[in-house]
């Protein structure tokens, strides 16, 4: 069993950037993939990116590619993604996870809320 902590969201204006951080515990951390998907109000939880457990390979979402990156630090047990030039429509709960490489999640964090308004 892996735990996974979310943190960093908040309320940012159109252009923005936040930092996102999950911490885990438990399961080795280094040795699986993690991802970071998102659920805004009446819609479906959408993959946003993923990386590997060395972090040497990265997956993002279409939506997402050029303006989000997602980084590990494995001494530290934290993953992380990386927000710039947010727009409205990235406002959401977003959530920390392990996943099956590439977009397939397992184990869930609790969620951190990101809105994106002026």
């Known amino acids: 069993q892996v735990q996974l902590i979310e943190s960093g969201g908040g309320l940012v204006q159109p252009g923005g950037s936040l930092r996102l951080a999950c911490a885990a515990s438990g399961r080795t951390f280094s040795s699986g993939s993690m991802g970071w998907f998102r659920q805004a109000p009446g819609k479906e939880r959408e993959f946003v990116a993923a990386?590997?457990?060395?972090?040497?390979?990265?997956y993002y979402a279409d939506s997402v590619k050029g303006r989000f990156t997602i980084s590990r630090d494995n001494a530290k047990n934290t993953v992380y993604l990386q927000m710039n030039s947010l727009k409205p429509e990235d406002t959401a709960v977003y959530y920390c996870a392990t996943v099956n490489l590439p977009t397939t999640p397992r184990d869930w964090g609790q969620g951190t809320q990101v809105t994106v308004s002026s």
């Open positions: 990386i590997s457990w060395s972090g040497g390979s990265t």
